[in-house]
């Protein structure tokens, strides 16, 4: 390590070198600098790096990358800072999650853009802490924020927090305690035969029936079966996505490419892209893109504002037809979630779109990427073909809704575990693995039926650990539950039918607000006229 990297920095020297431009994370007691390269390059895309700017990303680097990695991080260490359990680093606030981006001009000349304002909470209750930081379009910010050519100190300067930092560290150490005890036990270890044999086996049996189906001109029946298959290869292609089946960039994205371009039709490039932003931010109502679901859904009053999105880079405009679709949100539930399927492939689709003219590929960008177009016409050509074999536009249509309402379940589970959980934001003092325990819940069901849930109705588990082989995910749930029990943190778990009345709830409370406010509109407008009707007398008088 050169000399310049013993140098030790603090958090005024870490402020200005960001307020400059600098992407800067701390990792246990290094400080790592991000070229623009490699923000481009990193294969999990660069919001997962820009949303830990100026913070301490340990857990998540060590969450998210096998120890050949680590091995590599300390070359882009540019020096040290005070980092320990009894001295923990002050965290900044991203600029990114205040609204600053940096860009470059047509000269290549790097500056700072705003494409959004920041609200702080001007409260402190459990939906809005004084923590809270949230994302408004530039059109709301106020006139003399208008001028500004970057971030201020006072902008990355976190709001008074709820939680104690240090109690943080100890949770972060008691974390890492949990992850060493779970590699210990073998449970990085993929069980090819006992995991992946009998699901090989299951998506064969599927994929033969439908077929067989089709053959006998039961088109219904062939549908079915389809839907079934594409319900259940998405658990492998989800695997694959986090590196969690060979442990290989390389062989688990071409594995996934098949699996979800070639035969799925979507795009594994988009999933992972949105999912790594999901796993960073879980929850958080103008970053995670998971719960991002204006005009359809809201479940929380925080989207009245019309936030804007840092991942889809928009305001989701809570406008007149949103108001209409949330005050029914909780009636129309299900009927959306049937059709869930077709915004997946808008979203992989745009996703690709833009891909083709971004010249910042990350690792596997450009071979990827022409091998998942070439894998989304493949899927067409064949699907398009077996809905032509129908004989009628009529059947053909029955058969492309039946196919793709029958996986319609997978999208209401992955719904349950956070819908109905916290969407407050409590601040870059929050730990990892507090931010996922709460954000975040298990469905219950007998393990003789996981396979309908894939495995990952463990999603607590796999929230703590995202490469962990979907088939282990039981037993180190034992271990994670030990762990909640030891530092008075909150394991939530609950049925599938409780789940969904859970989530119904929440969108009626919210579909219910969204009335209130309706009324209250009304009534001011009713007062105004009210009160301008004299005046109005007394001037034509």
């Keep these: 390590m050169s000399s310049k990297s ?10 200005a070198a960001v307020l400059n431009g600098d992407t800067l994370i701390v990792y246990r007691d290094l400080l790592l600098r991000i070229s623009d390269k490699w923000l481009d390059a990193h294969p999990g895309g660069n919001l997962s790096l820009l949303h830990f700017v100026g913070r301490d990303a340990t857990d998540e680097i060590e969450a998210y990358h096998f120890d050949n990695t680590l091995s590599l991080i300390a070359r882009y260490a540019v020096g040290r800072v005070q980092n320990s359990l009894e001295q923990p680093w002050d965290p900044l606030v991203p600029p990114i999650m205040v609204g600053w981006v940096r860009r470059r001009d047509t000269g290549g ?55 104690s930092l240090q109690a943080q560290a100890r949770l972060s150490q008691a974390y890492r305690d949990l992850h060493q005890r779970v590699t210990e036990a073998g449970l990085y270890e993929t069980p090819y035969f006992t995991g992946y044999g009998p699901e090989v086996a299951r998506y064969t049996l599927l994929a033969l029936l439908s077929a067989y189906a089709y053959s006998h001109k039961w088109f219904m029946t062939s549908a079915v079966f389809l839907g079934l298959l594409w319900h259940q290869l998405v658990f492998t292609a989800h695997d694959l996505g986090h590196m969690g089946v060979t442990h290989n960039w390389t062989m ?72 209409f679709l949330i005050s029914l949100q909780h009636k129309i539930f299900y009927i959306v979630m049937a059709f869930a399927r077709f915004n997946l492939y808008a979203n992989s689709y745009v996703y690709l779109i833009q891909k083709a003219t971004d ?84 469905v219950i069901c007998p393990e003789s039926i996981g396979f309908i849930h894939g495995g990952l109705q463990l999603q607590v588990t796999h929230h703590l650990f995202p490469r962990l082989p979907r088939h282990n995910l039981k037993k180190a749930s034992l271990l994670v539950k030990q762990f909640a029990e030891e530092n ?34 009304q009534s001011e407008v009713v007062e105004a006229v009210e009160k301008s009707a004299p005046e109005l007398k007394n001037k034509e008088g």
């Design 109 to 163: 000349k790097p500056y700072w853009h705003r494409e959004a304002v920041e609200q702080r909470s001007s409260e402190n209750t459990a939906t809005a802490p004084s923590s809270q930081i949230l994302l408004l379009s530039t059109d709301a910010s106020p006139l003399q924020e208008k001028g500004l050519a970057g971030p201020t100190e006072a902008t990355l300067t976190p709001p008074p927090a709820t939680l």
């Design 252 to 323: 688990d994205r071409l594995i996934s490419i098949g699996i979800a371009d070639f035969i799925g039709g979507l795009s594994i490039g988009w999933w992972v892209q949105n999912h790594n932003v999901h796993h960073i931010v879980t929850n958080h109502p103008s970053h995670d893109p998971d719960i991002e679901h204006i005009p359809f859904f809201a479940i929380s009053t925080s989207f009245f504002s019309s936030l804007w999105s840092s991942y889809y880079k928009r305001t989701m405009v809570f406008d007149r037809f949103a108001k």
């Design 6 to 15: 013993h140098r030790l920095w603090t958090r005024a020297d870490v402020l």
């Design 359 to 442: 010249t910042k590929r990350a690792r596997g960008g450009t071979w990827a990427w022409r091998l998942e177009v070439l894998g989304i016409a493949f899927f067409w050509t064949w699907f398009g073909r077996v809905l032509y074999g129908t004989g009628s536009w009529q059947t053909a249509l029955a058969y492309l809704l039946v196919s793709h309402i029958v996986p319609s379940p997978l999208h209401v589970q992955i719904v349950l575990s956070h819908f109905s959980m916290s969407t407050a934001d409590l601040g870059p003092t929050e730990s990892f693995p507090h931010r996922q325990m709460r954000t975040t819940s298990d």
């Design 488 to 521: 008075g943190l909150t394991y939530a778990e609950f049925g599938f039918i409780a789940g969904n009345q859970d989530v119904l709830g929440v969108l009626r409370n919210v579909a219910e607000q969204v009335k209130i406010v309706g009324m209250v509109a």
